[in-house]
Structure formats: structure tokens, C-alpha cells
């Protein structure tokens, strides 16, 4: 399941670069949020051009299909780094000290194996997109209008690459973890209990007030 978490900090090398990738992904995140608006504007200008003009947004679907990798992927690294990303903790749930740290350590390792696999694929995806002696770079494009593919396709290697920065330094943090047994490891998320979450929620709702 999804729950939420808590990613401790000092001043250690392997806290400096975790703070160092968030500022990233905070910025890819944000990207994502502002293509989740885009979408609604475009809703807004293709539905408002068919109703008082008979005149729709061209290539509506088109400009959905660019701007679909920004919403789906850019915000991966940046949830995966505070252990958002929906999981079965059944038995995870139930461990503690050296027991829990490896488990979480061949998770990340093999997910990053995937990874690493799936930036690959998806390198070589836009790759085939790509070509500087085309029109526009583009060896494919759109239905409707024409637009390029291969921005939308570049954003996803990107992404993933991003993401598997970041499982390099769970899997650093959940190593060390491992190595010195220790309670309360630096850049991997800490699941909190129903209490933590609630008093974490509270402080959240106190700053805002």
C-alpha cells in the first residue's frame, strides 16, 4: 500500500546528494503539476472553440498525447524518494532492524535492475524518432497536425534516469543501514505508523495556518 513516509537528513555525503536530487525532482514534479493544468486548458479552449464557434482546438488529441509522458513520468523520482509508490508491505510491514533493511535492499536492487532496463528500451525507443536530417528532427509524428514525437519520447528515458539516480541512493542508504543496524538510516523513507502520520498531518496543517 501507499503510505506515507519520512526521509531523514544529516550532514553525511549520501544526505548532501539526497538533497541535492530532491531540488531536482522537486522541479520535475512541478513540471508534471503544471502539465496536469495544461490539460485542463486545453479542455477549456477546445470544448469553449467547439461551443461558441464550431471551431475545436486542432489536434487537440495530439497536444494530449505530448504533454501525457510530463503527467505520468515526470514526477516518478520525486515519490519514490519520499515511498509514495503503491506496494504490498504485508510482510515488509513486519520486520525490523537488519531483517528490514535487506528486504527494502533487494527491492530497490531489482527495481533499479528494471530500470536501468526500461531506460535502455525507452533510449532506444527515441532514438528510432530521432533524426537530425529530418524535417523537425522527426522521423515520426502526429496524426492530425504533424506534431514531433520525439520530445515526448525523450522524457522518458530522462525520467526513468532520474528515478534510477535515485534508487542508487536508496540502495546506499539501505546498505548502510544494513552494515550498521541502524534505527534511523539518511535518504531512504522511513514508513511511519498511524500516529506519526497523524502528528505529521498536524504540524503540516499548524505551518499553513
Known amino acids: 500500500m501507499a ?11 549520501l544526505s548532501r546528494l539526497d538533497l541535492k536530487l530532491l531540488r531536482l525532482e522537486r522541479f520535475l514534479a512541478l513540471i508534471s503539476g503544471l502539465a496536469v493544468f495544461s490539460l485542463m486548458v486545453l479542455a477549456v479552449v ?35 524518494r519520499d515511498g509514495g509508490h ?21 527491492s530497490v536492487i531489482l527495481v533499479f535492475l528494471l530500470m536501468l532496463a526500461l531506460v535502455w528500451g525507452s533510449w532506444s525507443h527515441f532514438g528510432r524518432s530521432f533524426d537530425f536530417a529530418a524535417p523537425l ?9 504533424g506534431i514531433p514525437i520525439w520530445p515526448a519520447k525523450l522524457l522518458v528515458p530522462v525520467a526513468f534516469s532520474v528515478l534510477s ?45
Open 86 to 106: 503503491i506496494r504490498m508491505d504485508i510482510v515488509i510491514g513486519r520486520l525490523r532492524g537488519r531483517a528490514l533493511w535487506l528486504a527494502e535492499l533487494i
Open 46 to 80: 477546445s470544448v469553449g472553440g467547439r461551443n461558441l464557434f464550431n471551431a475545436p482546438l486542432p489536434g487537440y488529441v495530439d497536444w494530449i498525447e505530448q504533454v501525457m509522458p510530463l503527467l505520468a513520468f515526470m514526477g516518478i523520482a520525486y515519490v519514490q
Open 3 to 13: 503510505g506515507h513516509s519520512a526521509v531523514l537528513e544529516d550532514g553525511s555525503i
Open 165 to 209: 539516480l535515485r534508487l542508487v541512493l536508496q540502495i546506499w542508504g539501505y546498505g548502510r543501514a544494513f552494515l550498521l543496524n541502524s534505527p534511523t538510516p539518511v535518504a531512504v523513507p522511513l514508513i511511519q505508523d498511524i500516529v506519526a502520520q497523524a502528528a505529521a498531518e498536524a504540524d503540516q496543517l499548524d505551518g499553513q495556518g
Open 137 to 145: 528532427w522527426s522521423r515520426d509524428s502526429s496524426i492530425d497536425i
